[in-house]
């Protein structure tokens, strides 16, 4: 409908200028559909949510975001077309459990029967675990259970963690310790209420995680002490997402990209990368492939770029430029996985220089071109 509509509009013209031979309206109407090519990168905002008809401001799955995300981007960037890109930024959410129990303290026959010794307290790491099976034969999924132990490394200290059971073992979330709870500003081994927690415990994460560092995105689970009155003091765990510089309250929603590329009609998810040749690369091709095509290669070394004149002696033929391409990905991304796409930019003579691209896939180890 929409070339039918240029064509009318074309031929209306020319009635009212003079006649134009065919082939010129045929080229108008070729120009006017050709798809603009652009890289794009968008982090979707409130607004954006609301046009998906998304009311919590989140996707419930991955699927969910590939199936949306096309006509949204259709929408929003309609001149765009074949070889495009997006590289989307959204929420998803994922919800981490949080836990809470009163602290049962072991007393010195816990801690005898586990060690087999008269000391009251562990001397080994795997003593705790040790305890919670004997004393939680039968566990389920998701039992939770909060723990005062002593512990003896040089010296004795005593240790508050949780443990919470999930597909058949038991994982710890560490407590703090008293004077780590000191150093955030607390006269005793707890804080007085949640927000309190939420506040200081991202600061003393950092110190936590000095020497595990984490990366952009990542979620821990944090157990903290509330003194509850009448001698009960009991144990919350709460989760923190660390986004690169420092920790903040996890929202249960996770940040997640997700790219597209247009194939000419819709948007579809894309994991191409695009990489154009650098001098350097021209040098690795030569010195890989030099004695399997010498003269094509021969041509490159003297020119930096692809003889790409059809029937000239030194000419680089797509699968030629493919297995060229893939040379150089191999050196830049040797860990890259089958089913990896790249579209590769790179120098050539024609007749004149120039630019092409050339679309590759990684198949069964080999990269072979994806046109």
């Known amino acids: 409908m929409k070339k039918f ?21 045929n080229s108008e109407v070729d120009a006017i559909e050709t798809p603009i090519v652009g890289d794009i990168e968008i982090t979707l905002s409130d607004d954006d949510y609301e046009d998906l008809d998304l009311n919590y401001g989140n996707f419930n799955s991955v699927d969910d975001a590939k199936a949306l995300l096309p006509d949204f981007l259709s ?23 949080t836990f ?37 034969p039968s566990p389920q999924e998701g039992d939770f259970v909060s723990l005062r132990y002593r512990y ?30 000191n150093a955030m500003g607390e006269s005793f081994p707890n804080f007085s209420g949640h927000d309190e927690a939420d506040t200081k415990i991202p600061i003393a994460l950092l110190d936590v995680y000095k020497y595990e560092p984490k990366e952009a995105g990542d ?4 157990m903290y002490e509330l003194y509850k009155g009448g001698g ?10 660390f986004n690169g510089t420092s920790f903040e309250k996890y929202n249960n929603e996770a940040v997640e990209t997700l790219q597209f590329g247009h194939d000419g009609t819709v948007w579809v998810p894309d994991n191409t990368i695009k990489y154009t040749l650098e001098p350097a690369d021209y040098a690795l091709i030569v ?8 003269a094509a290669t021969g041509s490159m070394d003297n020119y930096g770029n692809f003889e790409r004149r059809p029937g ?16 150089v990905i191999d050196n830049k991304d040797p860990s890259a996985e089958n089913g990896q796409k790249y579209v590769v930019t790179y120098d050539i003579y024609n007749g004149s220089s120039g630019t092409e691209d050339t679309a590759v896939i990684k198949t069964d180890g080999v990269w072979v071109l994806n046109e």
């Open 152 to 181: 003896y490394s040089g010296g004795e200290s005593t240790l508050t963690d949780g443990f919470y059971y999930s597909d058949g073992d038991w994982n710890k979330i560490k407590g703090f310790t008293e004077d780590e709870y």
């Open 5 to 25: 509509i240029y064509l009318c509009t074309i031929l209306l013209g020319t009635a009212l200028v003079g006649c134009n031979p065919l082939e010129d309206i």
């Open 287 to 294: 010195s890989s492939l030099s004695s399997k095509y010498p």
């Open 100 to 136: 809470s129990e009163n602290i049962y303290e072991l007393t010195d026959a816990d801690h005898n029967d586990i060690t087999g010794s008269s000391y009251g307290n562990f001397d080994r790491s795997y003593h705790i675990y040790n305890y919670l099976d004997a004393a939680y």
């Open 312 to 327: 000239n002696a030194a000419e680089w033929t797509k699968p030629m430029i493919a297995e060229a391409a893939g040379v």
């Open 219 to 222: 979620v821990v689970m944090a």
């Open 75 to 97: 929408d929003k960037y309609p001149v765009l077309g074949k070889g495009s890109s997006a590289l989307v930024t959204y929420k998803r959410y994922a919800k981490v459990d």
């Open 232 to 241: 009960v003091t009991k144990s919350y765990t709460s989760n923190f997402v």
